[in-house]
């Protein structure tokens, strides 16, 4: 007979996620919402660059929570989705258009797309398989974009991607590409918050709960996944089309192991589930990496890295928050 | 023809020496090491600064070993108060030592690729049934294979390989027998990081050294794992020399395709027999 | 109609048959418990029965209709709910939201992608706490329910999927005597509507609830009849003492 498998009281009394009530949540989002909007009319140009950025890595960031916080499926290969919409969205700007919100909606789709092709393996496997599968993925999507050249320019990358074209103007200011940044990144946060909170995200906790014990409720968690999978990966693909809109270029690397890894370390420096913590996650890795980078001679890759090993064993709950795995008792 | 099998059984033989470490370790300690890669990049890196001559690379190759088990010894200790954490856990704390090492080899080696030279007298070739063939890549074969028997003797035939074999099958019941095998978790992870360090040198004429590397290969060794199936040494020697033909026939016939095929492998691998190949009853996780 | 009919399941674990060759008829509103000594085979068979495990040989038919190719997920919809032994549950919700869950996946409308109140949800799963004894308990998380209040919440679970089949798989395990008279009393309890089918190594709770037996043994049906019958049969105490074979070993 085996075991009982426990269920765990991490970090003592609190066992679930804090809850903000919705009111104080909401009215919290709004403040900061605000205080962001205002931001470029004080802040210099290189500034607002840097918090372009930051924008953009936490819509991204915030569809790997969806994934490895709120369904508990731990991806390391998320960039894959978010360097195809990024290049999806670069080709379409050089070669067909690049007025808003066409590259957006081209990323979403295309993010999605990569997604589904390569999903409907994942989800048949969990935990460190999955793990080890979406691994292998990104990284064979990174391979794609370095030799395929006619289309994604090889190794060097797409460049020279024309800057994103709204009612007819090229949002050449740094401030006003921020704003477009802005207003789209906030609608896919939005979205993923809606859907998280909707019975549809109640099913997903279900499911990373105890996943076994949802199928038994008659509930398909394959398809479930596999949605959710598509989902995450629409959404990181449209983060990939807000970064060639700031950086008008997009290399092999955005698809790689490295990001993939920051985007994972965000989330779980955030608190995974929560995800507001992964925009905050986002924000710390984007400053240590980008603003402090040229004062720690462009290592920031080391300190990150040193926070992530601490960040694992000094996290109370656990890295993930909640249980993602089964505890051999 | 023949050229591409024997380079197969070269690449095949180089990868199950990289990936018999990640097997163990994540066998017995269901500890999935995402260090592995950046092991085998220090290795390279190694091969690429000693290289030159046969001192160098033998140099490079003790050095590594040495080096590679020291590593392995830490990161043992490093993953042991995460014992009765989840597995996610464990793994992170690797990743981050992965970006750590990676980072700094890039602070020491610097951005561009390395190349490295096979050492004098085996950078040549050999005409072998009438074609002609790099010898480095016979002696790999070679090398491997003796390891390969090494490793298989030390797991199959000693006491301190049944006692692995044992905990691969069920930690518990080894737990309650009372046995005490830290000493032999520390010893699987050394053994198996200072291999990894060791393909690397051995892989640097063929692979050379350059940031990215770490985690091309770390995809490499993990397909080998979960096609061969955990903890199981026969079945990270048959996955290793069946990727090995796999990547190089891919590259032969279709190059700009080859990690769709490695991919597919894995993905089929997954879908048919999902506790991979050798796995006995108990394999599954 | 019976509401459960196995006919000649079997399941093999390499060289051990736990399952062989099993028949098992539950008839509509019974409470029929399956019992046996260890190793009979009761959890294999449950499982091949939930559709967790997919059988070998044999059919699984409920309600008239023929099961076996379906998965639990499917059998769920039709109408066959479980608990599950070891109630490990959703750590991250309360007991509300956990019945909740269920609910909201039989409540005959889409799951929602978008938030919504629905009070209704809300409400059934705050009677079926009620109803299985947890009215209290709404807002706790599941870690802090005790062992016995966890088995409740299992049960409730089940119910919320309007079974027409209710599987117990050992309810009584772990439970203080209180908290057993408590499972007493709900599955007296439930409605006539719903079949129970229950497997238990307590036979004072099998006598007290059951008004049919099925005693495996071996992975073989030794017996079905009604609890008097059981607790007569010589093979049936032979099976759980063995002493036919301590007979064989040590000669009379």
Known sequence: MTAAPQIEVPGGAAAAPPRVTRGRGLLVAVAVLVVLAAAPLFLAPFATTTLTRIVVFALFAVSLDLLVGVTGMPSLGHAGYFGAGAYAAGWVSINVTAEAPVPLLVGAVFGALAAALTGWVTVRSSGVFFLMLTLAIGETLQQVADSWESVTGGANGLAGIPATRVAGTALANPGYTYWYVLVAATLGVALVVLLARSPFGAALRGIRDNEPRMRALGYPTALYKYAVFVVAGSAAGAAGALLIAQQRLVTPADLGFMTASFALLAVIIGGAGSLWGACLGAALVIIVRDALGPSLDGHGTLVLGIAFVLVVYLLPRGAAGVRLFRRRT | ?285 | MTVLRCAGLSRSFGALKAVDDVDLTVEPGARHALIGPNGAGKSTLFKLVTGTMRAAAGTVELNGQDVSRRSEVQRCRLGMSQTMQHASLFASMTATETVALAVQRHSGRRIGLLPRSRPEVRARAEQLLADVGLAGRSNVVVPSLAHGERKQLEVALALACNPSLLLLDEPAAGMSPAERARLVELVQGLPAEITVLFVEHDLDLVFALADAVTVLHLGRVLLSGTPAEVRASEAVREAYLGTRRREELFGS
């Not at chain 2, 890669?37 to 290289?51: C, R, W």
């Not at chain 2, 096609?227 to 990727?243: D, K, M, P, Q, T």
């Not at chain 2, 590259?251 to 050798?278: H, K, T, W």
């Open chain 2, 1 to 285: 023809m023949v050229v591409s099998i024997l380079n197969g059984f070269a690449i095949g033989f180089l990868l199950f020496v990289l990936a018999v470490g990640l097997s163990l370790v994540f066998g017995m300690m269901d500890v999935l090491n995402l260090a592995h890669g950046a092991l085998f990049l220090g290795g390279a890196y190694l091969g690429a600064a000693l290289s030159g001559g046969w001192g160098g690379f033998l140099t490079a190759l003790a050095v590594a070993a040495v080096a590679g088990a020291l590593a392995g010894g830490v990161l043992s200790l490093m993953t042991e108060p995460l014992r009765n954490r989840t597995h996610l856990d464990q793994a992170l704390l690797t990743l981050g030592v992965a970006l750590v090492v990676a980072e700094l080899l890039i602070m020491v080696f610097g951005d561009d690729p390395l190349s490295v030279d096979a050492p004098p007298g085996l950078d040549g070739s050999v005409t072998l049934l009438g074609a002609v063939y790099p010898s480095y890549r016979l002696v790999i074969i070679g090398i491997g294979a003796v390891l390969a028997l090494v490793v298989w003797l030390v797991v199959e035939r000693t006491r301190v390989g049944a006692l692995v074999r044992a905990t691969v099958a069920d930690r518990e019941m080894v737990a309650t027998l009372g046995v005490d095998n830290r000493l032999v978790k520390v010893a699987v992870f050394a053994v198996g990081s200072a291999l990894a360090t060791a393909a690397g040198v051995l892989g640097g004429p063929i692979y050379g050294a350059r940031p990215g590397l770490d985690a091309a290969v770390l995809i490499l060794a993990l397909v080998v794992v979960v096609i061969g199936g955990l903890g199981s040494v026969r079945g990270a020697l048959v996955g290793a020399l069946v990727i090995g033909q796999v990547d190089t026939f891919g590259r032969v016939l279709l190059p700009d395709l080859a990690s769709f095929i490695l991919f597919a492998a894995l993905a089929i691998v997954l879908v048919v027999r999902p506790q991979g190949i050798f796995s006995g009853p108990v394999g599954a996780r």
